[in-house]
């Protein structure tokens, strides 16, 4: 492992053998016949886009998926090269760095498809392109019920080549729901008609790591892990369906120890007055690193291997937790905001229940001050 950065002692450890395992995981649960689509935006869901998508394609990732051109940019800046999917924000206007970078936009309304058509044939290229279909999410895609009246634009098309067609799940994690068998009808019929027509694109993709553990017809001839290769659950039920390893552990340590008697304040607006004489830690993290303002006196940090409730409000850099109860804590001590500390553990899933939010926000929101660091 690389060492923790000198000075402010905040930063995250990024287990790249946790990563390799999850990925190994999405293997065997799709088999050899289904390709794998990594999903690594937003940072790699805040892990560190760079090293992750490197330990991923060595791991044997057929391709990336990313939100924005920009971040596609990035992976192939850092040597990725396969395949790049953009799978949300795609503009006419940015069609040179499509091109340069070799990267394939996902096409979700017929005035994009029309716009890079046209630009296309001005410059006498070509660009494959997967497109969207809207099957129930009510967001980005085609309408599948509108078949007939966008099939026609697609028989236009002579630069722009249909490589891919995909849709998005919206309740995958609920096992027992009928919507996701629902939303699968809807794509097969969407993509027997394409057949029909004459268009056989190779890379045909719905299920998400929801989908991907809980439902294999969704598999299709591709599949789009995103979070499960973190080791996050989509729903906490879905462990007993497979082993996944938590990547990212966020860590800290104690700045300051202070002995306080009872009826003090603790924090900004004295939302926390200590009931008994209390020892108080002070640690170098706060919202503007990611940790939400919502922990803030419901929320608890590890210490010595146990539970520490935090006090008073998070503030902008720094967090106040009671070390009353637990023997000897001095500055210096390592803390875990997020992760293992002996027996003791608080999940990303745990944060997520204390700030009202999901797991995926928690380690989205994981700030770009906090130096993630690789462990091998």
């Keep these: 492992m690389k060492s923790p950065p000198k000075g402010r002692p905040t930063y995250c450890v990024i287990d790249l053998a946790a990563l390799r395992w999850n990925f190994e995981q999405v293997k065997k649960r799709v088999g050899p016949g289904v390709k794998i689509l990594s999903v690594v935006k937003a940072n790699a869901y805040g892990h560190g886009v760079r090293e992750v998508a490197k330990t991923l394609s060595r791991a044997g990732s057929?391709?990336?998926?990313?939100?924005?051109?920009?971040?596609?940019?990035?992976l192939r800046e850092s040597g990725i090269r396969a395949p790049i999917l953009v799978l949300t924000a795609i503009y006419a206007e940015q069609l040179g760095q499509l091109l340069q970078h070799k990267l394939t936009p996902a096409i979700s309304d017929l005035d994009t498809?029309?716009?890079l058509e046209r630009l296309l044939r001005k410059r006498s290229r070509s660009l494959q392109f997967h497109l969207?279909?809207?099957?129930g999410m009510g967001r980005l895609g085609l309408l599948h019920s509108e078949i007939e009246s966008w099939l026609p634009e697609l028989s236009k098309l002579k630069a722009l080549k249909l490589e891919g067609l995909f849709s998005q799940l919206s309740h995958a994690e609920d096992e027992k729901a009928g919507y996701t068998r629902t939303q699968i009808e809807a794509f097969r019929r969407v993509l027997e008609r394409l057949q029909k027509a004459g268009f056989n694109?190779?890379?045909i993709h719905l299920a998400n790591s929801a989908a991907l553990i809980a439902e294999g017809s969704s598999h299709f001839t591709m599949v789009r892990p995103g979070l499960m290769l973190y080791g996050l659950y989509?729903?906490?039920?879905m462990a007993r369906q497979v082993e996944l390893k938590p990547v990212l552990s966020w860590k800290t340590r104690v700045m300051q120890v202070k002995r306080l008697p009872a009826g003090s304040s603790i924090g900004y607006g004295r939302t926390f007055v200590t009931q008994r004489d209390s020892s108080i830690a002070t640690l170098p993290a706060g919202y503007a690193d990611g940790y939400?303002?919502?922990?803030?006196?419901r929320g608890a940090a590890l210490v010595r291997g146990k539970r520490a409730p935090i006090v008073g409000r998070?503030?902008?850099d720094l967090t106040m937790v009671d070390v009353t109860d637990i023997a000897g804590v001095s500055q210096g001590d390592e803390v875990i905001l997020l992760g293992r500390q002996g027996d003791a553990a608080i999940s990303a899933d745990e944060l997520a229940g204390w700030a009202e939010t999901i797991s995926y926000e928690i380690v989205t929101s994981i700030s770009a001050r906090v130096p993630r660091i690789q462990k091998n």
């Design 62 to 74: 057929d391709g990336f998926g990313v939100a924005t051109v920009e971040e596609g940019i990035e």
């Design 113 to 115: 498809l029309r716009g």
């Design 132 to 135: 969207k279909i809207d099957t």
């Design 201 to 203: 694109p190779p890379s």
């Design 234 to 237: 989509p729903a906490l039920e």
């Design 292 to 297: 939400h303002r919502l922990l803030s006196n």
């Design 314 to 316: 998070i503030s902008m």
